[in-house]
């Protein structure tokens, strides 16, 4: 569970999310909130990463301390192509919008859509469907429930 004062420790997962104007976003303070708000220690940090940088970034991140990273639009098809596996959604769309990172090994997925469908599924549903239907992992990291 995430602290009351919100400082990582060496159990705490981190998430970049890969944008050009990542830091312009509220998406990793809202992300932060409901990792804190379900008692889930992980914490997602915005990377501003230029075009031109986005590659040799994405590369890197086999060795990084990085559990995994939401990738934006702008980055979603490059992100594939970097990819050591990828889900049969990513494999089908040819892009991915979240890299999970395995083992030093980039595992592609495309989560947005399925997200959306177990939201909208939810009797909890809420008018923040926008937010919530991020990714499906985004789901399962903030809610702390696991589906295979």
């Known amino acids: ?22 830091h312009s ?13 379900n008692g889930i ?10 075009p031109d940088d986005v590659t040799f970034t994405i ?6 301390k990085l559990s995994g ?8 098809e490059e992100a594939f192509g970097l990819l050591d596996d990828a889900s049969e959604a990513a494999q089908r769309g040819g892009y991915c919008d979240f890299i999970r990172i395995m083992d ?19 009797d909890e549903f809420q008018d923040d469907i926008a937010l919530n239907s991020m990714t499906r992992y985004f789901y399962e990291l903030t809610t702390g429930e696991y589906n295979e």
């Open 1 to 22: 569970m995430m602290n009351n004062d919100n400082s990582i420790t060496v159990e705490t997962a981190l998430y970049g999310y890969i944008a050009q104007e990542a």
């Open 104 to 122: 030093g090994k980039l595992i592609g997925e495309l989560i947005m859509p399925t997200a959306l469908e177990k939201f909208a599924q939810s």
């Open 25 to 37: 976003s509220r998406f990793s303070a809202i992300v932060n909130k409901l990792f804190k708000g």
């Open 69 to 76: 990273a939401v990738i934006s639009i702008e980055y979603q």
């Open 41 to 50: 220690d992980a914490m997602i940090v915005p990377m501003n990463i230029r």
């Open 59 to 64: 590369s890197q991140m086999r060795s990084s």
